[in-house]
């Protein structure tokens, strides 16, 4: 089966887009998940970067693994916990690190039951819904049915404590009127839009009548927008959240490819957040792979998102086949492009000093991380490339790390990694797709982020995920490790495990 037909099948974190199946970027499949964000314990900024479900101060790894297999039923799904820890997350069960958490809906007191199909874990965010200093992690299964309607879709959320998450106090939300095949829970975010800023708001999307968004707080699920509207009608949505403005509330991004467009271009509607909750202001080039934080330590986030290609007028590189990253510099309008203007800053592997080349279904962008990796006080990019060859293996896949500075993104500094890197387990395989998912995340609270990478279809579709350490002079490939979905007490086998990280 090709890449890009896995993808449509699967489409993991967003609504599928199987008429655009030859995009490698198409659907979030296996490719790509949407990315929120969760609170401090105790805090009261709208968007901050750790994901905490213990409150011991240490980030923990939420992985969906939505094509895993529970009690014989394919597909049925579950979610895996890594607790970070002074020495990091573990990777085996049987290793003295962090503690790991397998939970599906087969584990006693979730919600619901495992069926062949559901999808549990396609989608996964993390934040602090109930203000009790604890994150909680949010899960989507939009395959669920509800009653008689198949894929009405649910979501479920598994509330922290000083234990980690539990199971004696869950949610379970759907929609108000369920619809067939409108997959609710298809992507979730988790963030201080708006009122009470000692608890976040969640946002959940599905498809009912094309794509819709949703908040969710304290009971009450609000529709607050269809991005269709804003002229540009999304589908393979992505969500990332940044306080783009500084005001205090988190803001929204959602994005991805409009068949207005004959899926060539790559669209985000930017809402802010206020008093008032969510606000529609405008649309900005490119989507897909999108990831948000400071870049240029301004105080301000960034937004990072990426294409698939230069075919957008606003890219200054029209050859950049291999796809291209482009960057809106947050500010007191928002996130706009360089010198305010509409464009963003662009970016690709033809950009001098970026390592590599850009080359036809590289995917170079397809996902995206943002976090400070060498503790310079300045938010760093990874950038996930799966279709990438590696030594001539088609599709292999690779990750390459941009720097942070005062003077926002550049390439000085970067880092290039595949499997057949020195240092880093395994080898570079055809179709790996390593690097399909990325996220840049301190699980050890040294003030460095490590980078979490994975291969859905290493192991002929089994997944494995790698943990690169970091230093004060970026990336580490020496001291690099790797594990699959069963190192985490789960079935591995097809699970496609990698596909879906929290981040």
């Known amino acids: 089966m090709s890449i890009s037909a896995r993808k449509a099948r699967r489409s993991a974190a967003t609504s599928a887009v199987a008429a655009a199946s030859?995009?490698?970027?198409?659907?979030?499949?296996?490719?790509?998940?949407?990315?929120?964000?969760?609170?401090?314990?105790?805090?009261?900024?709208?968007?901050?970067?750790?994901?905490?479900?213990?409150?011991?101060?240490y980030t923990d790894v939420l992985t969906g693994v939505p094509d895993g297999t529970v009690d014989g039923k394919e597909g049925a799904g579950y979610v895996t916990v890594q607790y970070g820890a002074p020495n990091g997350i573990g990777t085996d069960t049987t290793v003295p690190r962090g503690k790991v958490q397998l939970v599906s809906q087969s584990t006693k007191g979730v919600p619901g039951t495992s069926e062949t199909g559901d999808r549990f874990g396609q989608a996964v965010a993390s934040g602090d819904l109930?203000?009790?200093?604890?994150d909680d992690a949010v899960v989507g299964t939009p395959g669920e049915d509800e009653g008689t309607v198949e894929d009405a879709g649910r979501v479920t959320v598994l509330y922290g404590?000083?234990?980690?998450?539990?199971?004696?106090?869950?949610?379970?939300?759907?929609?108000?009127?369920?619809?067939?095949?409108?997959?609710?829970g298809l992507a979730v975010a988790a963030a201080r839009f708006t009122g009470d800023i000692d608890a976040d708001q969640m946002v959940v999307l599905d498809q009912k009548t094309g794509l819709n968004v949703y908040t969710y707080h304290a009971g009450v699920l609000r529709q607050v927008g269809t991005p269709q509207s804003t002229g540009h009608r999304l589908q393979a949505a992505y969500l990332t959240t940044g306080d783009y403005d500084r005001n205090g509330f988190?803001?929204?991004?959602?994005?991805?490819?409009?068949?207005?467009?004959?899926?060539?271009?790559?669209?985000?509607?930017y809402y802010a957040g206020g008093t008032q909750g969510l606000d529609y202001r405008r649309d900005l080039h490119g989507g897909l792979g999108t990831a948000s934080g400071d870049i240029n330590g301004d105080g301000y986030d960034d937004l990072v998102v990426g294409q698939l290609s230069g075919v957008d007028e606003t890219v200054t590189d029209p050859n950049a086949s291999g796809g291209v990253v482009g960057v809106y510099y947050g500010g007191h309008d928002g996130p706009a492009g360089t010198g305010g203007s509409a464009?963003?800053?662009?970016?690709?592997?033809?950009s001098p000093?970026?390592?590599?080349?850009?080359?036809?279904h590289d995917s170079w962008g397809n996902d995206l991380s943002v976090a400070d990796v060498d503790g310079d006080g300045y938010a760093d990019v990874a950038v996930g490339a799966p279709g990438e060859d590696a030594d001539g293996e088609a599709g292999a896949g690779a990750v390459s790390l941009m720097r942070g500075a005062q003077t926002g993104l550049t390439a000085t500094g970067a880092q290039y990694f595949d499997q057949n890197t020195p240092g880093i387990p395994g080898t570079a395989e055809a179709g790996d797709e390593?690097?399909?998912?990325?996220?840049?995340?301190?699980?050890?609270?040294?003030?460095?982020?490590?980078?979490?990478?994975?291969?859905?279809?290493?192991?002929?579709?089994?997944?494995?995920?790698?943990?690169?350490?970091?230093?004060g002079k970026g990336l580490l490939a020496d001291g690099s490790r790797s594990y699959g979905a069963a190192?985490?007490?789960?079935?591995?086998?097809?699970a496609h495990f990698g596909s879906v990280i929290d981040e």
């Open 353 to 360: 000093g970026v390592p590599g080349a850009g080359e036809p």
């Open 343 to 350: 464009a963003p800053q662009w970016w690709s592997q033809n």
């Open 250 to 269: 988190a803001d929204l991004v959602v994005s991805g490819y409009s068949p207005d467009d004959d899926y060539s271009k790559g669209w985000s509607a």
């Open 161 to 184: 404590s000083k234990e980690g998450l539990g199971v004696e106090r869950t949610a379970t939300v759907a929609a108000t009127k369920p619809a067939q095949g409108a997959r609710f």
């Open 22 to 57: 030859f995009l490698l970027l198409a659907g979030a499949g296996i490719l790509a998940a949407p990315s929120a964000y969760a609170g401090v314990p105790g805090g009261t900024s709208a968007v901050d970067r750790n994901s905490d479900f213990n409150g011991d101060g």
């Open 487 to 494: 190192a985490l007490g789960g079935n591995a086998h097809g």
């Open 434 to 471: 390593w690097g399909a998912q990325v996220r840049l995340v301190d699980t050890d609270g040294d003030g460095r982020a490590e980078l979490v990478a994975g291969a859905p279809e290493e192991n002929a579709g089994d997944g494995a995920v790698w943990l690169l350490p970091a230093s």
């Open 130 to 134: 109930d203000g009790d200093g604890y």
